[in-house]
């Protein structure tokens, strides 16, 4: 399992390796709206294991190049998980 800490809410959530980050949704306070990349409500701040994570698909490519200003910044509807932790901010 990997684990995602959500550092501005205190608390650890594991998802399977592998998995898209939009498991997230229900056990936080992340909006996902769309969930295709188009809208940013899922956008994050990724503090640490970048390396964790697959390299951003088409549709968050197109949605960070809209809503995201910072390298760091991701779209968790898009973002698969590798294994490993990640530190994240919304
Ligand atoms: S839920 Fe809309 S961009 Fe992720």
Redesign the pocket.
Known sequence: MAQVEIKNEGKTIEVPDGSCL?ELEGKCGI?????????????VKVLEGMENLESPNEQEKS?LAT?GSDPKER????TKIKSGKIVIEY
């Open positions: 939009v909006v996902f709206a769309c969930k295709a990349g188009a809208c940013g409500s899922c956008k949605g809503f779209l968790l509807c898009e």
